[in-house]
């Protein structure tokens, strides 16, 4: 088996820990296996890839898009650090408003398995390339977001100062959204 499953607090979100290979010349492991997915409840094809380069202290999120164009995404660092994020946003979940936090790095080759529901963001230690794989194509027209630094859900960020986008800086509270998704669609 090329992974390890882990479940976190909130159901359907998991920490995916590859098996990784050493020897004298570096290593080898696995980043992705569709049948290794599928068996552990990851049946969504993915249909888009990703990357995004941060400087340190950056914050990107909490972004999600709109049925029909939600996405669940597997998310990874290629280099650098991060703290990720995934805030559900199910109406009626007994977690709506919750979320997990997970620090993924090159040196420990972790993902995050996001599912469709969730609102999704991290903050980078240092400069970091992240790279993801996602269950729908990117809709301009379906983006949107929270605001980061809600108080509601109360997200433990690393710092307060943090380098945003201006469309990060715009987002509403997650009280003051009408959330389109409903716990047990997905």
């Known amino acids: 088996m090329p992974f390890n499953f882990v479940n976190t607090a909130i159901s359907g979100v998991m920490v995916i820990e590859p098996i990784v290979f050493k020897d004298e010349r570096g290593f080898f492991f696995e980043n992705y296996k569709e049948s290794e997915m599928n068996r552990k409840g990851i049946e969504f094809k993915f249909v888009q890839d ?5 400087d340190a202290n950056v914050l990107r999120g909490l ?17 650098g650090k ?18 997990v936090s997970e620090i993924l790095s090159a040196e420990n080759k972790k993902m995050l398995w996001v599912p469709p529901g969730f609102a999704h963001g991290f903050y980078t230690y240092e400069p970091s390339f992240v790279h993801y794989k996602v269950t729908k194509e990117y809709n301009k027209d379906a983006e949107s977001g929270i605001i980061w630094n809600d108080e509601t859900i109360d997200i433990k960020w690393e710092s307060d100062n943090v380098n945003l986008s201006s469309k990060d800086r715009l987002w509403k509270k997650l009280k003051d959204i009408d959330s389109p998704f409903n716990y047990g669609v997905f």
């Open 63 to 79: 972004h999600f898009q709109v049925p029909p164009y939600e996405q669940g995404k597997l998310v990874r660092v290629i280099t």
């Open 50 to 54: 990703n990357s995004s380069f941060s």
């Open 82 to 99: 991060i703290l990720d994020i995934a805030v559900d946003i199910r109406v009626n979940s007994p977690t709506y408003g919750k979320y």
